[in-house]
């Protein structure tokens, strides 16, 4: 298994996507810092308010980071790797689970280098420019925005079991990516216009959608003219268990899959 490890974490980093997803955040990072201080400056409530704004463009990873893990997911068949490491005694659960949770792990430094480099971006613009800074509100802010990088892991797991489910029952690298494609943009239009739909099944269906939940934790849902926001504890634990159902059904069904079905190159 260590092997195994060895020879994923090698990949990634050698792996040109990665470094251009790594790249992106950096770069969005710095880019976001600039257009918000050029619409509103730079003033400062208290020292945590950069983190919390940060969390406002939590929608940026789920565009970047599934796509990703489709690729990762399938390159084994592409390359006809996968074929090697089964026959050299590693179980087909051990290779789909090494790389789903090595996907996770790129993911948390993907999070943290992205709100790590906003933050300090931001502080650095606000004394560059004098604008005022405050402490009002900073237990507030920073539990708001640590809240939210948690569910932000949370979701991506549940993104990156679904498209690393679909990679392993289409196995072409280019047909998974597409229909990542489509799995990405589907929840978008869930949460988007089915929410405003004259059908309930379909408003239901909306509510309890991956993206429709990452909206209001991240601050930014809008439904009829007004701001909705995870509040009580209900909230909270549907949040939670939305994504914990996604994760535990597809990963079930990509390891069923990749167990049953014939490997050919």
């Known amino acids: 298994m260590r092997n195994l490890w060895q020879a994923e974490i090698y990949y990634l980093r050698k792996d040109l996507a990665f470094k251009s997803v790594t790249a992106v955040f950096a770069l969005a990072s710095f880019v976001l810092v600039l257009i918000l201080g050029s619409n509103g400056g730079y003033a400062l409530r208290s020292y945590a308010e950069p983190l919390k704004s940060a969390a406002s463009f939590s929608i940026l990873f789920y565009l970047v980071i599934p796509l990703h893990a489709c690729f990762f997911a399938t390159e084994g068949f592409e390359h006809g790797s ?68 948690g569910l932000n892991l949370l979701y991506l797991a549940a993104y990156c079991a679904a498209v690393m489910m679909l990679g392993m029952l289409i196995r072409k690298p280019a047909s998974a990516v597409v229909a990542a494609f489509f799995f990405i943009f589907g929840n978008l239009l869930l949460s988007g216009y089915l929410k405003d739909s004259s059908s309930a099944v379909l408003r239901v269906i909306s509510e309890y959608s991956l993206m429709t939940q990452i909206l209001k934790f991240s601050g930014i849902y809008v439904a009829q003219a007004r701001l909705v926001l995870l509040s009580d504890a209900g909230d909270y634990i549907r949040a939670v268990l939305i994504p914990v159902i996604w994760i535990a059904v597809c990963l079930s069904a990509a390891l069923l899959a990749l167990e049953n079905k014939d490997i050919h190159i």
């Open 82 to 149: 996968v074929q090697n490491i089964i026959a050299a005694g590693h179980s087909r659960m051990k290779y789909f689970t090494s790389k789903y949770v090595l996907e996770l792990l790129a993911a948390l430094g993907w999070l943290l280098e992205f709100y790590g480099l906003f933050y300090l971006f931001y502080l650095a613009a606000a004394l560059i420019t004098g604008a005022p800074m405050g402490h009002a509100g900073f237990t507030a802010d920073l539990m708001a925005s640590m809240t939210a990088l």
